[in-house]
Structures are given as C-alpha cells and as structure tokens.
C-alpha cells in the first residue's frame, strides 16, 4: 500500500463546477498536509495547508481532513480553465528530523473544460 | 526576494560526466531538500539538510551526493552521471515557524 494515495486521473469537470480531488494517507500519525498545484513543465505551488480536522477555506479552494478516516481533500469551487493542472496531495508526520519529510502522492490531473 | 533559486535550468550530460545542481534560498529556511520526478513515480526525496551542517539521505540517494555549503545553499552532486538519472529535479526549503515547503523552478537533466 502507497502510504499516500491519489486517484491519478484524470479528472475532466465543466466550468464553473466544483472539482473534488481525494487523499488517502497510510500513516495514523501524520500531523500536517499538504495540496500542491503543479503546472505542466513548472514546480509545485503551494495552495493549502491543513492540520486539524474540519474544513480549510481560502477563496476558491477548501482543504478538508479527516484524521479518523485518513482523508483529505480539496475543492476547487467555480473551476477555471486556468485551474488545469496536476494537484499534489503531501503529508507529513512531525514537526523535527526525518519527521519533518514531506510525502507526495502521485498526483491527480485535472482538467477544467471551458 | 527570490525564494528558491535553482542552476541550470537545463543540462544534457553524455554518460559517465560529472555536474553540480546548485541551489540558494533567501527565505530562511532551516531544511532543504533534494527531489526528482519521473513520469508515474511522483517526487521523491533524494537528500535532505534538516539544519546546517547536516544531511541526511532520503529514499533513492544512491549515485548522488549533496554539501549544505551554509544556511542559503544546498547543491546535489552527480559523480558518474547514468541514464537513470535523467529527471527533473527540485530543491526545496522549509520553514521552522509554518513547516510549509517551497520548491525552487527546477533543473530538467538528460543523460544520453
């Protein structure tokens, strides 16, 4: 089992919908998460972060997490085209040492349909 | 304030050469880290320095080295560059106050 899943996709939503992007992690005792937007050709980006559990907004994105059910997600409200691009799930598991390594699923691609 | 810096940009190496990644960061960043993507195999960490003077390996470090020169720079050494290592690779830093790490641009390696 990975210990950081995403469904790779890809995931096709028409604009203006709400995309929905899902993480499962392996490790009960990760602390800190992590969605990434990547662009074709560029570097991770940094979206949002979320450490406990419940609903994250900020703008268009709300991170959620579940540490019950070792779940975390992220939804795009009002998809753009310019939102196009692969989103990176990361966890992490403490805050010191090797603890403090970020995780990566293997992303899931999105493509916003105008 | 550049963030994370990377050089080269692009770098094509005949099997058997030799290069540094350089990397440099002006956030203040204690940890830095070392990954490289390949198609369906996601980021994975090569090495990483949790301070200064330290580092430590990560999942495939074998035929990489690395130097934390201080606190800003972090480069990733290739002794015998092979085709395996053809990737893309990424510095990145983490902050001590939100943990949150950035990654610099990238430097895109071919091994022929």
């Known amino acids: 089992q990975k210990e950081v899943e995403q469904n790779s996709g890809p995931l096709s939503v028409p604009e203006g919908a709400i995309a929905s992007l899902n993480c499962t992690y392996s490790d009960r005792g990760s602390q800190s998460f992590f969605w990434y937007r990547q662009y074709s050709g560029k570097s991770p980006e940094l979206i949002m972060s979320i450490y406990s559990n419940g609903d994250k907004e900020d703008g268009r994105f709300t991170a959620q997490l579940n540490k019950a059910s070792q779940y975390v997600s992220l939804l795009i409200r009002d998809s753009q085209p310019s939102d196009s691009a692969t989103y990176l799930c990361?966890?992490?598991?403490?805050?010191?040492?090797?603890?403090?390594?970020?995780?990566f699923g293997s992303g899931t691609q999105l493509t916003v349909l105008p | 304030n550049a963030g994370v810096t990377q050089t080269p940009k692009f770098q094509v190496l005949k099997t058997g050469q030799s290069m540094t990644l350089q990397c440099a960061q002006d956030?203040?960043?204690?940890?830095m880290y070392w990954y490289r993507q390949d198609p369906g195999m996601g980021l994975r960490l090569i090495y990483y320095?949790?301070?200064?003077?330290?580092?430590d390996k990560g999942e495939v470090p074998n035929g990489y080295n690395v130097s934390r020169l201080n606190k800003r720079e972090f480069s990733l050494r290739l002794e015998s560059a092979a085709p395996s290592q053809t990737s893309v690779y990424f510095c990145?830093?983490?902050?001590?106050?939100?943990?949150?790490?950035?990654f610099g641009p990238g430097t895109r390696l071919t091994v022929t």
């Open positions: 320095s949790a301070s200064e003077g330290t580092t």
């Open positions: 956030m203040n960043h204690n940890s």
């Open positions: 990145a830093g983490t902050g001590t106050v939100t943990h949150e790490q950035y």
């Open positions: 990361a966890v992490r598991r403490g805050a010191s040492g090797s603890a403090r390594q970020l995780t």
